[in-house]
């Protein structure tokens, strides 16, 4: 009998032998391309019905590009009138300075972006009016208030102006008459006289011109139509004149081009039905042709450092782990497949399936719509009734949920990714063989370049992918390692952090069951898909990946039986223990923080999420006590509530140098699981978040005071050195790391345009920020500033954590409006300063030292795996996958390059390299800064080492990396 190895082998080979792959491929990634631009074109043509083209990137560069000419032209306009011509121009130049030149401009030219090929010129000229009143408004609120705030920054008007905005809202059905009256009253005591409000059509008009005849990128057309008209009884038809405006044929030309050029750098990247060319170099490898371009490195800092990198002898070991990766032979698991495909068809939620059915949609009950009617026809208005009706808010209440979980965006994405990914694995099953390329970010890190399939995506994406090449189970030492996965991946009842043996037991105790799933996937899933279960979501995490595990389980099974060796496909995984943390404990010598997270032999494997879970709970526990009525309040919510998930993002990301501000995001959404009632009452929400997030961070103390000092270390020498305008450069296992995040001078042009704050800056940034729902543009301004005006008392009161979003909530909440969050769009007019921003490089530098570290040791793992004979890997950071039968290999492999790397003096390297371009007198000043320090000082000038952690130890802890 011929060896399964050799006949998968040749299968292989058979299979690269047919030129109709090549093909297939080649068609695969012309689709790739076609498949990004409909998505961009579909984004264009929803921008377009929204009156919203501007905001699309060839016209948001084309107004970067325009703004200055406009802005020369404006100021000439304006010096030209100064100077006595043009006298009665004057009121409009009151106007355009009040608003700012910039903004004029801007204004301006969104407008035109926007609408120029849809409106008519007086329309467009009309729309321009508006957004110019609508600026000047709120512009001259935030004067009133600004010019209201006394000298210790409080505030000594009241809520006039927003009094006045809700007044006039109130006033519902009033008389035009006595409407206008009251806005004319407005106007004045805000400062805009109704000379002012005449000339806005005028100044419309003129930005227009000048912006038509600076740009030379805008032609005007004249359309003649035959009108209808009726005289007397008697039907005529007269000619009409219409005016647009056009884009030249140069600007039409430029941002097709640009369209098509953003259409193409944004493609879809598949993946492939051949092996990827091999990286030779920084710039050519992975797909075949060119029509799918990829770069070795995403998104370098600047590219003359890498040149250099690649010309040492080193760089050839970060060639060789990338192409050993994207070597790496996969295909479908068709079972796991055809189950998924299964339930997703009959819209049942497994694993990590969106909920793919919407809820039966709520109407309102019969009472309600007698209880409403009753109120109008005692003269009660409709929206006094919503306000006062118990039943009506207990109904919304329940209803309102309904109707944001099916109209959830995010939810229906999934759905589709879903859907997409299960279409694809179809696919590419039928191809038997399938390949992925792969690139690095500038940290070293290694991705899946595939943005639909891939093995670093969620645990469907695991369940359905195996390894192509067969390899023998033949051993006891794979037969246990099998069972234990199939114990991790279960994961419930702490089954997954008990040691071997138990995990061991677990899987023989379980075979039956798992007998029954391999024999009805179908009939058994109430029982297989509760892997890992959430008991929040209600769903099992890891579903996918343990009835993979369940299959290949039942095969072995049989084969042993049978007498036969059972060839393997199913991919065997281990992950660290808190990779951060793990090389900061390595990296400082830190004894007990190598101890949590398994540096350290331990007849049990330690779990540093489970260790704060359960330290975060004593202190929970002690606080039922408390005599303050919220502190015993929050402890009773959180009193059996804090287990491993809910403090594992906050402990996973400390070692990157997480904020107390990040820790309460990446908490709130458990926290308004447990309150749902407060999820729209913010300020109390949040009282409990900070509750967590402080009793987290307590319980953290011991188990990061390593990481805690490295981070401290890093970040003093990287704000020292971006004050000094040094780059922070080191190379670790032949990559080099280059750390230059720029500062940048800003012209900020703020305005009220379309119900969102625009500002331009220097590059495309998301901010959070509300989208609110409002009735018009005047109420988004009247909440913009009674946010600001919110801000200041805030801060004059000495409230803490009080930011603009909170701000912007409070004053919605004032004026009764409903917001949603969204992002705050922003463009650039001028050049980067070519300084470092300091901030950004102090906070950068944890991350990016660790991210440098854990890629390190992943290349030099996957090189030395290729070494011994391996050729089919699995990985994601800190997991790694390899064939069955190489478990053990993987165990040592991993153990002695991490050890072989940590015996380098990592933080000396470092800090070496960085001195290297340092002046004297510079390093004097870096030398004290560290000796001033009230922690790093006792270290005397010098690099952190606080314990005496053995690193051989590392060798004997079977629980370093584990399933």
Same mark, same amino acid.
């Given at each position: @009998?011929?060896?399964?190895?050799?006949?998968?082998?040749?299968?292989?080979?058979?299979?690269?032998?047919?030129?109709?792959?090549?093909?297939?491929?080649?068609?695969?990634?012309?689709?790739?391309?076609?498949?990004?631009?409909?998505?961009?074109?579909?984004?264009?043509?929803?921008?377009?019905?929204?009156?919203?083209?501007?905001?699309?990137?060839?016209?948001?560069?084309?107004?970067?590009?325009?703004?200055?000419?406009?802005?020369?032209?404006?100021?000439?306009?304006?010096?030209?009138?100064?100077?006595?011509?043009?006298?009665?121009?004057?009121?409009?130049?009151?106007?355009?300075?009040?608003?700012?030149?910039?903004?004029?401009?801007?204004?301006?030219?969104?407008?035109?972006?926007?609408?120029?090929?849809?409106?008519?010129?007086?329309?467009?000229?009309?729309?321009?009016?508006?957004?110019?009143?609508?600026?000047?408004?709120?512009?001259?609120?935030?004067?009133?208030?600004?010019?209201?705030?006394?000298?210790?920054?409080?505030?000594?008007?009241?809520?006039?102006?927003?009094?006045?905005?809700?007044?006039?809202?109130?006033?519902?059905?009033?008389?035009?008459?006595?409407?206008?009256?009251?806005?004319?009253?407005?106007?004045? /005591?805000?400062? !805009?006289?109704?000379?002012?409000?005449?000339?806005?059509?005028?100044?419309?008009?003129?930005?227009?011109?000048?912006?038509?005849?600076?740009?030379?990128?805008?032609?005007?057309?004249?359309?003649?139509?035959?009108?209808?008209?009726?005289?007397?009884?008697?039907?005529?038809?007269?000619?009409?004149?219409?005016?647009?405006?056009?884009? *030249?044929?140069?600007?039409?030309?430029?941002? /097709?081009?640009?369209? =098509?050029?953003?259409?193409?750098?944004?493609?879809?990247?598949?993946?492939?039905?051949?092996?990827?060319?091999?990286?030779?170099?920084?710039?050519?490898?992975?797909?075949?042709?060119?029509?799918?371009?990829?770069?070795?490195?995403?998104?370098?800092?600047?590219?003359?450092?890498?040149?250099? @990198?690649? =010309?040492?002898?080193?760089?050839?070991?970060?060639?060789?782990?990338?192409?050993? !990766?994207?070597?790496?032979?996969?295909?479908?698991?068709?079972?796991?497949?055809?189950?998924?495909?299964?339930?997703?068809?009959?819209?049942?939620?497994?694993?990590?399936?969106?909920?793919?059915?919407?809820?039966?949609?709520?109407?309102?009950?019969?009472?309600?719509?007698?209880?409403?009617?009753?109120?109008?026809?005692?003269?009660?208005?409709?929206?006094?009734?919503?306000?006062?009706?118990?039943?009506?808010?207990?109904?919304?209440?329940?209803?309102?949920?309904?109707?944001?979980?099916?109209?959830?965006?995010?939810?229906?994405?999934?759905?589709? /990714?879903?859907?997409?990914?299960?279409?694809?694995?179809?696919?590419?099953?039928?191809?038997?063989?399938?390949? +992925?390329?792969?690139?690095?970010?500038?940290?070293?890190?290694?991705?899946?370049?595939?943005?639909? !399939?891939?093995?670093?995506?969620?645990?469907?994406? /695991?369940?359905?992918?195996?390894?192509?090449?067969?390899?023998?189970?033949?051993?006891?030492?794979?037969?246990?390692?099998?069972?234990?996965?199939?114990?991790?991946?279960?994961?419930?009842?702490?089954?997954?952090?008990?040691?071997?043996?138990?995990?061991?037991?677990?899987?023989?105790?379980?075979?039956?069951?798992?007998?029954?799933?391999?024999?009805?996937?179908?009939?058994?899933?109430?029982?297989?898909?509760?892997?890992?279960?959430?008991?929040?979501?209600?769903?099992?995490?890891?579903?996918?990946?343990?009835?993979?595990?369940?299959?290949?389980?039942?095969?072995?099974?049989?084969?042993? #039986?049978?007498?036969?060796?059972?060839?393997?496909?199913?991919?065997?995984?281990?992950?660290?223990?808190?990779?951060?943390?793990?090389?900061?404990?390595?990296?400082?010598?830190?004894?007990?923080?190598?101890?949590?997270?398994?540096?350290?032999?331990? =007849?049990?494997?330690?779990?540093?999420?489970?260790?704060?879970?359960?330290?975060?709970?004593?202190?929970?526990?002690?606080?039922?006590?408390?005599?303050?009525?919220?502190?015993?309040?929050?402890?009773?919510?959180?009193?059996?509530?804090?287990?491993?998930?809910?403090?594992?993002?906050?402990?996973?990301?400390?070692?990157?140098?997480?904020?107390?501000?990040?820790?309460?995001?990446?908490?709130?959404?458990?926290?308004?699981?447990?309150?749902?009632?407060?999820?729209?009452?913010?300020?109390?929400?949040?009282?409990?978040?900070?509750?967590?997030?402080?009793?987290?961070?307590?319980?953290?103390?011991?188990?990061?005071?390593?990481?805690?000092?490295?981070?401290?270390?890093?970040?003093?020498?990287?704000?020292?050195?971006?004050?000094?305008?040094?780059?922070?450069?080191?190379?670790?296992?032949?990559?080099?790391?280059?750390?230059?995040?720029?500062?940048?001078?800003?012209?900020?042009?703020? #305005?009220?345009?379309?119900?969102?704050?625009?500002?331009?800056?220097?590059?495309?940034?998301?901010? *959070?920020?509300?989208?609110?729902?409002?009735?018009?543009?005047?109420?988004?301004?009247?909440?913009?500033?009674?946010?600001?005006?919110?801000?200041?008392?805030?801060?004059?009161?000495?409230?803490?954590?009080?930011?603009?979003?909170?701000?912007?909530?409070?004053?919605?909440?004032?004026?009764?409006?409903?917001?949603?969050?969204? #992002?705050?769009?922003?463009?650039?007019?001028?050049?980067?300063?070519?300084?470092?921003?300091?901030?950004?490089?102090?906070?950068?530098?944890?991350?990016?030292?660790?991210?440098?570290?854990?890629?390190?040791?992943?290349?030099?793992?996957?090189?030395?795996?290729?070494?011994?004979?391996?050729?089919? +890997?699995?990985?994601?950071?800190?997991?790694?996958?390899?064939?069955?039968?190489?478990?053990?290999?993987?165990?040592?492999?991993?153990?002695?390059? +991490?050890?072989?790397?940590?015996?380098?003096?990592?933080?000396?390297?470092?800090?070496? =390299?960085?001195?290297?371009?340092?002046?004297?007198?510079?390093?004097?000043?870096?030398?004290?800064?560290?000796?001033?320090?009230? #922690?790093?000082?006792?270290?005397?000038?010098?690099?952190?080492?606080?314990?005496?952690?053995?690193?051989?130890?590392?060798?004997?802890?079977?629980?370093?990396?584990?399933?």
């Amino acid at each position: @009998m011929k060896n399964p190895t050799t006949q998968v082998c040749n299968a292989v080979a058979l299979a690269l032998a047919d030129i109709g792959r090549y093909e297939r491929q080649e068609q695969r990634e012309q689709q790739g391309i076609v498949d990004g631009e409909t998505r961009y074109k579909r984004a264009m043509a929803k921008a377009e019905e929204a009156g919203r083209a501007g905001a699309m990137p060839p016209e948001v560069a084309m107004t970067k590009r325009l703004v200055q000419p406009v802005v020369i032209a404006l100021e000439d306009w304006v010096k030209d009138v100064e100077s006595g011509h043009a006298r009665q121009f004057a009121t409009h130049i009151l106007m355009i300075k009040a608003l700012g030149i910039y903004s004029c401009a801007y204004l301006a030219l969104t407008i035109m972006m926007n609408d120029v090929t849809r409106l008519q010129t007086s329309t467009m000229c009309h729309k321009l009016a508006n957004a110019l009143r609508l600026e000047m408004e709120a512009r001259a609120i935030k004067a009133k208030f600004e010019s209201t705030i006394d000298e210790d920054g409080k505030s000594k008007a009241g809520l006039w102006g927003w009094l006045a905005q809700e007044k006039l809202r109130q006033m519902g059905n009033a008389p035009p008459s006595a409407k206008k009256r009251f806005l004319a009253d407005w106007h004045l /005591k805000a400062g !805009l006289t109704e000379e002012f409000q005449e000339k806005q059509l005028g100044v419309a008009r003129l930005l227009i011109d000048l912006v038509v005849d600076s740009t030379e990128m805008f032609e005007r057309r004249d359309e003649n139509e035959m009108v209808q008209v009726s005289k007397n009884g008697e039907i005529t038809y007269k000619p009409l004149v219409r005016s647009y405006l056009d884009y *030249t044929d140069e600007l039409e030309q430029m941002l /097709k081009e640009g369209h =098509e050029t953003m259409a193409r750098l944004r493609p879809m990247y598949p993946a492939m039905v051949v092996p990827p060319t091999p990286w030779t170099d920084p710039y050519t490898g992975g797909y075949l042709t060119p029509h799918l371009k990829l770069e070795l490195i995403k998104r370098p800092h600047k590219t003359a450092y890498i040149r250099q @990198m690649a =010309e040492r002898e080193e760089f050839g070991s970060v060639l060789a782990a990338v192409n050993g !990766l994207q070597n790496t032979a996969w295909r479908i698991n068709t079972r796991v497949a055809e189950v998924a495909t299964l339930f997703f068809k009959d819209g049942v939620r497994i694993g990590t399936f969106p909920d793919l059915r919407d809820k039966p949609a709520p109407t309102m009950p019969q009472s309600l719509h007698d209880e409403k009617a009753a109120a109008r026809a005692n003269g009660v208005k409709v929206a006094d009734w919503k306000k006062g009706s118990d039943a009506y808010k207990a109904w919304c209440k329940k209803a309102i949920p309904v109707y944001e979980h099916n109209d959830s965006l995010e939810r229906k994405n999934n759905i589709k /990714k879903t859907a997409d990914t299960l279409v694809e694995a179809r696919n590419l099953a039928e191809e038997g063989i399938v390949w +992925f390329p792969w690139n690095l970010d500038n940290r070293g890190r290694m991705y899946n370049a595939s943005n639909s !399939l891939s093995d670093q995506g969620d645990d469907l994406n /695991k369940g359905i992918l195996e390894f192509a090449q067969g390899e023998p189970v033949d051993n006891a030492d794979a037969e246990e390692d099998l069972a234990v996965q199939v114990a991790t991946a279960w994961s419930n009842d702490g089954v997954e952090k008990g040691t071997f043996e138990e995990r061991l037991a677990w899987t023989y105790e379980n075979s039956d069951k798992i007998l029954a799933v391999d024999a009805d996937p179908v009939g058994t899933v109430d029982w297989w898909s509760s892997a890992d279960w959430d008991k929040t979501e209600k769903i099992g995490n890891t579903a996918w990946t343990f009835l993979a595990a369940c299959f290949e389980w039942a095969a072995f099974l049989r084969a042993k #039986t049978e007498g036969r060796t059972h060839v393997s496909h199913f991919v065997y995984r281990v992950d660290g223990s808190c990779n951060g943390l793990q090389h900061y404990g390595a990296a400082l010598r830190c004894r007990t923080t190598g101890a949590a997270v398994n540096l350290v032999p331990g =007849e049990r494997p330690a779990d540093v999420y489970r260790e704060v879970a359960a330290k975060t709970q004593l202190l929970v526990t002690k606080d039922l006590l408390s005599t303050d009525e919220f502190t015993a309040r929050a402890a009773r919510t959180f009193n059996d509530n804090v287990g491993r998930s809910f403090v594992k993002r906050p402990v996973m990301t400390t070692p990157y140098a997480v904020t107390s501000r990040g820790i309460d995001s990446q908490i709130r959404e458990d926290v308004e699981k447990l309150l749902p009632e407060l999820k729209k009452k913010a300020k109390e929400l949040m009282k409990f978040v900070v509750y967590a997030r402080t009793h987290i961070q307590a319980a953290l103390a011991d188990a990061v005071q390593g990481a805690r000092l490295g981070m401290d270390f890093l970040q003093l020498v990287a704000r020292f050195a971006a004050d000094e305008q040094v780059p922070v450069k080191w190379s670790i296992e032949g990559f080099t790391v280059l750390q230059a995040y720029q500062r940048t001078e800003l012209k900020q042009v703020r #305005t009220f345009l379309h119900g969102k704050t625009k500002v331009l800056k220097l590059k495309k940034e998301k901010t *959070t920020s509300l989208e609110i729902d409002c009735d018009n543009d005047e109420q988004l301004a009247q909440v913009e500033q009674l946010a600001e005006m919110l801000l200041l008392q805030a801060k004059a009161d000495g409230k803490k954590n009080y930011g603009l979003r909170k701000s912007q909530q409070d004053a919605m909440k004032a004026l009764k409006l409903e917001g949603k969050h969204s #992002t705050r769009e922003t463009i650039s007019i001028q050049r980067p300063t070519g300084k470092l921003d300091v901030r950004r490089q102090a906070a950068g530098i944890g991350p990016n030292f660790i991210h440098a570290a854990d890629a390190a040791h992943a290349r030099n793992t996957i090189v030395s795996l290729l070494k011994h004979g391996v050729t089919a +890997f699995s990985f994601v950071h800190d997991s790694y996958g390899v064939p069955l039968r190489h478990a053990r290999l993987l165990d040592r492999v991993l153990r002695e390059e +991490f050890v072989k790397l940590h015996k380098k003096p990592l933080l000396q390297m470092f800090f070496d =390299e960085v001195k290297e371009v340092m002046t004297d007198e510079q390093l004097a000043g870096l030398d004290a800064a560290l000796k001033a320090h009230p #922690t790093l000082g006792k270290f005397n000038g010098g690099v952190p080492i606080i314990g005496d952690l053995d690193l051989d130890d590392v060798m004997n802890s079977k629980y370093f990396f584990a399933p």
